[in-house]
């Protein structure tokens, strides 16, 4: 009974090909998160849902489009893929939480670009 | 958010106390002080957080300065299984696009030993 579950683990593809990560909530939570981590295993958040709807969109290419079916899910779509998109993608989720917030981390998916 | 500033790397035998520190010199008076770690090919795991008064739960314990300036993670009996990367974040959750943001650093690399 995995709380946060992201699929696949790992993905390798080439450059130019589109991808798809999918993820899976059963905590009940209302928001959702992407986070990137690069090769230097700086974590970084990319996109954020509430409800299905997008709170936060960080400086990420066009490429990538988070699409959120229902609040239990929240999937990224990856376009003409890159070199440089290599990297680990962590889904995280999170209840409402005023001021203070706690984050439920997937264990990611490992892109691999070739 | 505040910056936090953490040692590169940590050593601590197992079975005694591993204490982390954090210096978060700038916080502000509503920013809370959290702590993930990593745990290698994982994703990050949320571990203890609070705002002025020390903290204690089933896995750690969080110390904070009167000051607030700087904090310790308390991990009473360290086993091999806490060997991870231990993230020190100070946030304030302001809604909006702040939501969930938290600003990953490089951490600790703590490594329990036999």
């Known amino acids: 009974d995995t709380a946060v579950s992201q699929t696949p683990k790992y993905l390798v593809t080439q450059m130019g090909n589109d991808k798809s990560i999918k993820c899976e909530q059963n905590?009940?939570?209302?928001?959702m998160y992407w986070y990137k981590q690069d090769s230097k295993k700086f974590l970084k958040i990319m996109f954020s849902y509430n409800n299905k709807e997008l709170i936060i969109n960080e400086t990420v290419p066009n490429r990538f489009s988070p699409k959120s079916p229902d609040k239990a899910h929240l999937n990224l779509h990856i376009n003409s893929l890159e070199l440089g998109d290599s990297a680990v993608y962590f889904c995280?989720?999170?209840?409402?939480?005023?001021?203070?917030?706690?984050?439920?981390f997937g264990n990611g998916t490992r892109l691999t670009v070739t | 958010d505040a910056k936090t500033t953490q040692p590169t790397s940590m050593d601590c035998a197992e079975g005694r106390a591993a204490n982390l520190p954090c210096n978060h010199s700038?916080?502000?008076?509503?920013?809370?002080v959290y702590w993930y770690r990593q745990i290698h090919s994982q994703g990050p795991q949320y571990i203890i957080h609070g705002l002025k008064n020390n903290e204690t739960n089933e896995m750690a314990s969080l110390i904070i300065t009167e000051d607030r300036k700087s904090s310790t993670l308390i991990l009473p009996h360290a086993t091999l299984r806490d060997t991870a990367v231990y993230y020190c974040i100070s946030h304030f959750n302001a809604g909006g696009t702040s939501y969930g943001k938290l600003t990953f650093g490089q951490g600790t690399i703590l490594t329990v030993h036999p």
């Open positions: 700038t916080i502000s008076g509503n920013e809370y």
């Open positions: 995280a989720s999170s209840l409402p939480g005023g001021a203070r917030v706690v984050l439920h």
């Open positions: 905590l009940g939570h209302d928001t």
